[in-house]
């Protein structure tokens, strides 16, 4: 007997900047994708697995944005990160034999994370053969995840739309890019930032996407007023649905007063062994090159607490707060899903988004919580099951047609992180790359040879420059230097280019040396702009 009152949609979003550096091994920016490579994608995938061998009926509809979907299935960042876990294999084995003095607990850690990176290089070579999108496309094609795509670069739309070509172009290479992976094209995209501006419709709707994310207030403020608020999608007279986050189950993991990551069992982030270790020669291999302390992801601290002194993480006490936890998510989505049901004439859909990056990085317990609440939906009985965007389409194409409001789900629900007096600077830059792309894309319609070439990598500049994530760091001023130096950067790169364009005097060597730099989008067509 199906008692099915209501669906729950889980959406996680996973998104890095596309960092390459073949002329350095230094950055230190390169190790954001290895940490969430061991930390959320093989623990998610390792737990997709568990849960398909128990024959789980589950649904995740997750995010892989293009410029991620590049660094996955690029050769020399895949070489790298085999170095980056065999450094972590020789460090975890040197604190074995370190902590053989110490609080056995600790010494039972330092085998934890040398099993976890051994387990890691394994099931990257020989599991994923060294690109990971094979494991997901694999649970794609298994009918328990559906992926949806982004803008190339994540680039934020409402600052885009100044001019459309650009917001086509973002759409237009992430649609393609997706189906050159994934052998179809994508339902669902995710708007960088879930930026949402009604310019964005008609090339979403020009390249087959059939769903969009929003932010709460997309859909609450939309005109006229949805029925039934968040709690069914809407969608646009163009066409295009909108699910939108919901507030509850939002709160329940992202409040930094209430939410589960806070519990004090689960690991502390911030207490790590390339800060805590006072021999600095000892670690000194294993930090930056330049000799400053980071983060080795060897950590042996559980939060505690709102103090300085934390107690030893102990794997198991984490383990139980997880249970726990997915137990009390569970119960809440039963409750609101017999409310819900009770005064609305399609079953409900609750939508729960997050930065997959939350799962396994920030909440080291984050995918093991998901194994055990998914677990929990199929074996006990419930009122609500697990479902994709795409499926509830399917199931209820009924939908009131409604205008989605200007949104992004930023602070304060607008564009103040991405445009403010810290970075509004960057924003005449993309401008008038943007404006200068169309013109060059205009004026040379049918070039060939080194002059295709040079236009096809303005083309990846101005991509590269429009990424979100630049704007976004300078506003919450970390790794600052970073991000203005890439701005900076995409910016000179296009500008030479562009001047070389125009006074037809290339410099092959300039052109080689910044293709191998930023050789994202090897099929982009400049003509895209025109």
């Keep these: 007997m199906d008692n099915t009152k209501g669906y729950v949609s889980f959406i996680l979003h996973a998104h890095l900047p596309f960092v390459h550096h073949p002329e350095s091994s230094d950055y230190l920016e390169e190790k954001w994708l290895f940490e969430a490579m061991s930390e959320v ?22 995010t892989i944005t293009p410029s991620l979907l590049s660094m996955l299935t690029n050769k020399l960042l895949q070489r790298r990160y085999i170095q980056y876990l065999k450094k972590h294999i020789e460090l975890s084995k040197k604190e074995i034999k370190r902590t053989k003095t110490e609080d056995r607990r600790i010494q039972d850690l330092s085998y934890m994370y040398f099993e976890k990176y051994t387990n890691d290089l394994k099931v990257f070579k020989e599991k994923y053969e060294n690109n990971l999108i094979n494991g997901f496309k694999k649970f794609q094609d298994l009918g328990v995840i559906e992926i949806i795509t982004c803008g190339a670069t994540h680039g934020y739309f409402p600052i885009l739309a100044l001019n459309e070509k650009t917001v086509r172009a973002q759409i237009k290479v992430g649609v393609e890019l997706y189906e050159k992976h994934f052998g179809k094209k994508p339902n ?55 699910f939108a986050r919901d507030l509850e189950t939002s709160k329940q993991v992202w409040s930094s007063e209430v939410g589960y990551p806070g519990d004090v069992n689960y690991r502390e982030y911030y207490r790590d062994i390339g800060w805590d270790i006072q021999d600095y020669e000892y670690i000194k291999p294993y930090i930056a090159s330049n000799g400053h302390r980071v983060h080795t992801g060897i950590k042996y601290y559980r939060i505690t607490g709102r103090t300085e002194n934390k107690d030893i993480y102990i794997p198991q006490w984490a383990k139980d707060s997880a249970e726990k936890q997915a137990g009390h998510f569970f119960d809440c989505r039963t409750k609101q899903i017999e409310h819900l049901s009770s005064f609305m004439k399609v079953p409900p859909i609750v939508v729960s988004p997050y930065d997959a990056e939350l799962f396994g990085h920030w909440w080291y317990e984050g995918p093991y919580w998901l194994y055990i609440l998914f677990k929990k939906i199929h074996f006990d009985q419930t009122n609500f099951k697990l479902i994709t965007p795409s499926e509830y389409l399917d199931k209820f194409p009924n939908i009131q047609q409604s205008n989605i409001a200007i949104s992004s789900w930023g602070a304060n629900g607008y564009s103040e992180v ?11 830059h993309m401008t008038k790359c943007g404006e200068k792309m169309v013109e060059l894309a205009n004026a040379y319609p049918n070039a060939k040879g080194i002059k295709k070439q040079a236009l096809n990598q303005c083309a990846r500049e101005l991509l590269l420059l429009q990424s979100s994530d630049w704007a976004f760091i300078i506003t919450t001023g970390t790794m600052v230097d970073y991000a203005i130096k890439r701005i900076k950067d995409h910016t000179g790169r296009f500008n030479l280019l562009y001047d070389m364009i125009k006074t037809d005097s290339i410099d092959k060597e300039f052109l080689k040396d910044v293709n191998k730099k930023d050789n994202i989008f090897p099929d982009i067509d400049y003509m895209m702009y025109a």
């Design 418 to 428: 991405w445009v403010n007096d810290k970075n509004d600077w960057s924003i005449r």
């Design 188 to 242: 669902g995209i995710w708007l960088p930032e879930c930026g949402y501006v009604p310019e964005s419709e008609k090339y979403l709707k020009e390249f087959g996407i059939k769903y969009i994310i929003t932010e709460s207030h997309g859909v609450l403020y939309a005109n006229p007023t949805p029925v039934y608020g968040t709690f069914a999608p809407i969608v646009s007279p163009n066409g295009i649905c909108a």
């Design 41 to 62: 994608y093989i623990p998610l995938l390792e737990n997709f697995e568990k849960l398909v061998n128990e024959k789980v009926d589950f649904r995740v509809t997750m």
